[in-house]
């Protein structure tokens, strides 16, 4: 899946457990595994779309990716060179390099702190410029984020913004860095659908103008297949499918994927739409650890084999890889 | 024949700084079974308009003008204790993000047969907690988890509770504010798909209120675009998609991702929405038009017909225009 292009950030088989509360009288609690075995490739200048439903692991696995959690198993390589080890100043370059856009701009942001104080705080924090270069820096990145004219929107603290302004206000404050790597984990989720196109057309316009590569993580394929150029699946913390947005989109093999396709509303007229029909309307009796982790819920499985074996991630076409033993080619039917 | 008739309604609120126009003149008729569905931004007052047509306005909410029509019967005509009789009982609602309110404190089938017998004081306590039984059946959560408390409910299953406790009185209408937002697109498609079974097989009339307008185009007949308190389109989800007429709902159409068609970049909605406490005059919508007119700040408002069933506010063109 190369195309000759670099690879920028390399998560390899990555393990994430929560150890879940015990009760009060000490009976131990249960071990939550979020990411089950997870390897991704994100290639330099893309936008890499981490699609699942919540509880899925999506955003433990890009709070993993910025270094707010430590994986318990795999490797996380950010150019080539493995994240874990870095200390001091190399991990202060880290931080700026990378950087994450939350999901709720009503709570990230720092409401005693202006939006000039803000936006210019990562650059005090990193010590870059003189203070002529840092109010540059913040007024232009403003600017491209279409808080403009700046002057009317730097004196202000986030109660006196919209949601949508909020978000652009998190937005300039981590592409200031001018960072190489960003997470956005749903940075859309609270916000208006009308705003949310608002949201995403910067995104778009940060990668082209800061050569800037985007994980955006979300629930709604739509939203993916509108920004990204890859898209992985997962459900509960397995790797479900992986492949180019077209690949996923048009032609998705994984039952899951399929069901997240057809749970989407659509605009068309109601007889015109053609479902894949592969959830089951009630989920069956199954074992959380072994076996498919869609099995309880997926129609197209076999009850012994999808109930033991865990299906393995395989190459199916050219780069588009599907973890399920009866994975067939959705047809043009949703479409 | 029509179950709600809402002519002419105006709704504020009192505010430090003056008086806030949260709807204005907002008239629609909803047909016995049908559904009807509100679409607009945050703040164009849909959540308001849910709220005052069940009477529920926070204290500094007032009616200031128009009828509500409730089976033929005007409910802003109704004393305290009447307008009591008919919540619940005739006219159900599941508010906006409903799933915190569940009383963590008390089991969920307690709570709704505690909803069923304040309504049913014939009823004992088994008998309600039998029909708690059959409706907690109905929209799909298995019996042994009845008598959980809310918080090891997933957020699927406390909306489903919340659907259930909407339909323990059997209304006759349910008001739907944002039943679905924080939802899963899974979950949300199986709570929607619950909600239209059940409209259908009680004939249950709905309004829904979302800012989704592709959720909205899944379940509702008629849906109304909502801008800044004003209705600005209204008509059969058939038309108002196939054939938008109204500028605002062309843009909210264009700025929607989808699965499927050509791949084009979205055009969003330029600025913000106008200050409710001073309104613009004319058309409020004309400062983030793209085809605004000198006539849309002093023109006068007219319903264009399009359709029979498919009108668009418009301040452009007089009496004589056939497009907004």
Known sequence: ?335 | MAILEVENLSVGYHTQKGYLHAVEGVSFSLEEGKSFGFVGESGCGKTTLGMALMRLLPPNGVIREGRILFEGVDLLQKSDEEMREIRWQKIAMIFQAAMNALNPVHRVHEQIAEAILTHHVSLDKKEAFEQVEELFQLVGISKDRMSDYPHQYSGGMKQRAIIAMALACKPRLIIADEPTTALDVIVQNQILKEIMNLQKEFGISMIFISHDISIVAEVCHDIGIMYAGKLVELGSREEVFSNPAHPYTKALLSSYPTLTGEKSRLIPIQGETPNLIHPPSGCRFRDRCPSTKAACKTGEAVWIENSPRHKTLCYQCGTDCKQG
């Open chain 1, 1 to 335: 899946m190369n195309n000759g292009k670099e690879t920028i950030i390399e998560l390899e088989h990555i393990v994430k457990r929560y150890a879940s509360r015990g009760s009060f009288f000490g009976a131990r609690g249960k071990e939550i595994i979020a990411l089950n075995k997870i390897s991704i490739k994100i290639l330099k200048g893309e936008i890499f779309g981490l699609v699942g439903e919540s509880g899925s692991g999506k955003t433990t696995a890009g709070r993993l990716i910025v270094r707010l959690e430590k994986p318990e198993e795999g490797r996380i390589y950010l150019n080539g060179s493995e994240m874990a080890g870095l200390r001091g100043n190399a991990l202060k370059d880290f931080h700026r390099k990378v950087q994450m856009i939350f999901q709720d701009p009503y709570q990230s942001l720092n409401p005693q702190l202006s939006v000039f104080d803000t936006i210019s705080e990562p650059l005090v924090i990193h010590k870059i410029g003189n203070a002529n270069d840092r109010e540059d820096a913040v007024w232009q990145i403003m600017k491209s984020v279409g808080l403009s004219p700046p002057d009317d929107f730097v004196n202000r603290y986030p109660h006196q913004l919209s949601g949508g302004q909020r978000q652009r206000v998190a937005i300039a404050r981590v592409m200031v860095l001018n960072p190489d790597f960003v997470v956005a984990d749903e940075p859309t989720s609270m916000l208006d659908a009308s705003i949310s196109a608002n949201i995403f057309n910067i995104l778009l316009d940060m990668r082209e103008k800061l050569q800037v590569t985007l994980l955006f993580i979300t629930h709604s394929l739509s939203a993916a297949r509108y920004l990204c150029d890859h898209i992985a699946v997962i459900y509960k913390g397995k790797m479900m499918e992986l492949g180019s947005a077209d690949q996923i989109i048009q032609k998705p093999k994984h039952p899951y994927t399929k069901a997240l396709i057809d749970a989407l509303p659509r605009f068309g007229m109601p007889g015109e739409i053609n479902h894949y029909n592969t959830l089951l309307p009630v989920a069956r009796e199954s074992s959380e650890y072994e076996g498919c982790p869609f099995f309880a819920r997926c129609s197209v499985a076999n009850k012994t084999k999808c109930s033991l074996e865990k299906p393995l991630l395989k190459e199916t076409d050219d780069s588009h890889w599907v973890a399920c033993f009866y994975a067939v080619n959705g047809t043009k039917k949703g479409f």
